[in-house]
């Protein structure tokens, strides 16, 4: 039996369309779903000065999701500090979460680190998400920000800045043997 070419490609072209379609459209189901079970502690902001009085801003937040869940999210977080004196700096990190044993408890504590230098005072915005990166984008599952819409909004007004922040973040995942013991309630 012999189909025309007239036949099969509308057909191929009308397949594809609704496998695509329901894909993209799965992605946010999926990214809803997504947020019924995953979530992102407020973050607690304080600054510190090291040992060589250099001075950094702390942020210091936590994820949680079911501990079975399997997903493996990333942090991200874009800041903006502004000096006294008017000057701009800027910058973002993309920490993945840690490493898991089998007693992982499905909560990991984040602690991000900025080094601000000889700023004095600065005043800071910043994006705080919690997602998954793809290989064009990052997916916000949940998010906090302070004084600022976005992450873009700051990456987009300091995208001529050469004034970087620099930025270190380290997680660590909760296991059953990290847990507090259970306390008594006083009454």
């Known amino acids: 039996m012999h189909i025309g070419k007239k036949f099969i490609v509308p057909v191929i072209c009308m397949a594809a369309f609704t496998i695509f379609g329901q894909g993209a459209a799965n992605v946010g189901k999926s990214v809803e779903e ?36 399997g997903f493996d999210g990333v942090l991200r977080l874009t800041v903006e500090l502004t000096g006294s004196e008017g000057e701009v700096w800027y910058g973002q990190i993309l ?9 992982y408890l499905g909560k990991d504590d984040w602690v991000l680190t900025i080094s601000h230098g000889q700023l004095k005072y600065p005043k800071m915005v910043y994006a705080l998400d919690y997602g998954y990166q793809t290989s064009n984008a990052f997916v916000v599952i949940d998010q906090r920000l302070y ?19 620099e930025i270190t973040a380290k997680t660590k995942p909760q296991h059953e043997t990290d847990a507090p013991a259970d306390d008594e309630t006083s009454q």
């Open 95 to 103: 920490k993945p979460q840690g490493k898991r044993r089998p007693d």
């Open 34 to 69: 997504l947020k019924k079970y995953i979530s992102l502690g407020a973050p607690v902001v304080s600054d510190f000065r090291d040992k060589k009085n250099q001075k950094f801003a702390l942020i210091k937040s936590s994820t949680e999701q079911y501990k079975d869940m």
């Open 147 to 165: 004084k600022v819409e976005s992450a873009d909004e700051i990456m987009t007004r300091n995208k001529d800045s050469k004034n970087k922040l």
